[in-house]
């Protein structure tokens, strides 16, 4: 009968999720930076307190612009840009 063979990461994980991290760090520490930037921005937005604040000003802020009067001979004055 043959043994399976587990490993390293394998037995990190079945140990606990610390013993893992540890592990990947030791082995690929810029895989683990990676994922962590990528992971914390949307669990810091979940937690973040001033959150409402935010979301206030962006519904207090105008996104429709009037467009500028175009000049246009004998409705309009002259341009004044030019």
Request: charged letters at 15%; glycine letters at 6%.
């Amino acid at each position: 009968m043959a043994t399976r063979l587990i490993s390293p990461a394998q037995q990190a994980w079945k140990k606990g999720i610390i013993p893992w991290l540890k592990y990947a760090w030791d082995t690929e520490p810029v895989l683990v930076v990676s994922a962590a930037l990528g992971g914390i921005p949307p669990l810091v937005y979940l937690v973040w307190p001033f959150k409402h604040i935010t979301e206030e000003s962006n519904r207090l802020m105008p996104t429709k612009y009037p467009n500028p009067i175009r000049f246009v001979e004998g409705k309009t004055g002259p341009p004044t840009s030019i």
